[in-house]
């Protein structure tokens, strides 16, 4: 017990540095959207698959991943998918056509498999009372979309676009050199054996994978939809400056990253419940809020910051409602296909907006459907979990 308490916050941090890294790569074309879009004369549609596609390969690929987590263990596949992530990170840089940007965007979601190796690692170090503050504050991790909105467009205005790209190999090269070299996997943590596929259909049989999976699809995949299509939507609307849609993106995504760990913490007092409840009534109805198109800064600004908040609550409950549900040898698998979900949230929204755009003018209907939304995964909540604190 003293070995496990005396690496529980080395390996706590330097997971949750880790997944603030892959995510900064995970992100790195949506805050350079507008420019983008304007180089290559996209259309709201094709601006729109540009920004989600990146996060197609994040979230699907956080199934094999949380596998793969399950078996060498976090400290192992952390360093790898940095390692991995350099050549797409790279690759966008370099490309000047919608097409390989598509491509290698789409190779760029690999970073975004991130979360299903940090989940189990970190479960597995902290005692199951703590589990919701510890998946909490490795959650802030998503912190990286905040990291890459406010720096990615001036270090592409500084340095120009391949070298910033450049940066951000050479940080998930020690990114992944760090992970090797100091952290460690729980003395709880075993390797499993055998094949996975056994796993999978065991976790799929899991109620609480499905139930858990809606919920985060919606919680995690609001977040990430707003934070990879905010600089685009507050560019078109409120015709802010790369620059200025970035730090205000950053806003966004800094609310959800100090709420995450909240709502893990707050699901250890009071219940998941009761936060997931918290959690959708807020984001229903600040995205009624936002379909008004309030004018900007107050009431428009305070919206999405309070809509980050809630949708950072939410993210933090999920997890919590994970480690009560699930006994921790399944923790992994159960991981990847409920973070799949929450990626998979987070893919459609942004073309639906960009669709809803083209044809309307407006992104009134793209809230409406955000509230509705939110709406069902409280009334599901209400319904599913009634007994449960």
């Not at 290559?40 to 990146?54: F, N």
């Not at 589990?131 to 406010?150: D, W």
């Not at 849609?245 to 219940?271: K, N």
């Not at 998979?344 to 509705?372: D, E, K, S």
């Amino acid at each position: 017990m003293s070995e496990l308490r005396k690496g529980q916050v080395r390996n706590l941090g330097l997971a949750t540095l880790a997944f603030a890294v892959t995510f900064w790569a995970w992100n790195l074309i949506g805050p350079l959207s507008g420019s983008y879009s304007r180089r290559l004369h996209l259309s709201p549609t094709q601006t729109a698959l540009l920004v989600a596609i990146p996060v197609l390969v994040g979230s699907l690929g956080r199934i094999p991943v949380g596998v793969l987590a399950d078996r060498l263990g976090g400290r192992r596949m952390f360093a790898i998918i940095c390692f991995v992530s350099i050549v797409p990170v790279l690759f966008v840089g370099w490309s000047d056509s919608y097409g390989w940007l598509l491509f290698w965007g789409f190779l760029l979601g690999i970073p975004g498999t991130s979360f299903a190796i940090g989940i189990p690692f970190v479960n597995a170090w902290y005692e199951p009372e703590r589990r919701g503050f510890a998946t909490g504050v490795f959650g802030a991790g998503m912190g990286g979309t905040a990291l890459s909105a406010f720096f990615t467009p001036r270090l592409v205005e500084e340095f120009g676009r391949p070298q910033a790209h450049v940066l951000m190999a050479a940080m998930l090269a020690l990114m992944g050199m760090i992970m090797i070299g100091g952290s460690r996997n729980s003395p709880r943590w075993t390797p499993a054996t055998g094949s996975a596929l056994p796993r999978m259909r065991e976790a799929v049989k899991i109620k609480a994978t499905w139930q858990c999976a809606f919920l985060y699809a919606v919680a995690f995949g609001g977040f990430v939809a707003f934070s990879t299509y905010l600089p685009t939507l507050l560019q078109t609307v409120y015709h802010f400056a790369q620059t200025d849609a970035g730090l205000r993106t950053a806003g966004f995504s800094i609310a959800a990253v100090l709420s995450r760990p909240l709502g893990g913490a707050l699901s250890d007092r009071v219940g998941p419940v009761k936060v997931l409840l918290a959690s959708f009534l807020g984001t229903a109805v600040m995205a009624l809020v936002l379909a008004l198109r309030p004018p900007v800064e107050v009431p428009a600004g305070v919206s999405f910051v309070l809509m980050a908040f809630f949708l950072g609550l939410g993210t933090g409950g999920v997890f919590a409602l994970v480690a009560r549900l699930v006994e921790a040898s399944r923790v992994g698998t159960v991981t990847g296909l409920v973070g799949a979900a929450g990626g998979l949230g987070g893919y459609f929204p942004p073309l639906v907006m960009g669709t809803v755009y083209a044809a309307t003018g407006a992104y009134t209907i793209g809230y409406v459907l955000l509230a509705v939304t939110a709406v069902v995964a409280l009334a599901y909540t209400l319904r599913a979990f009634r007994t449960l604190p």
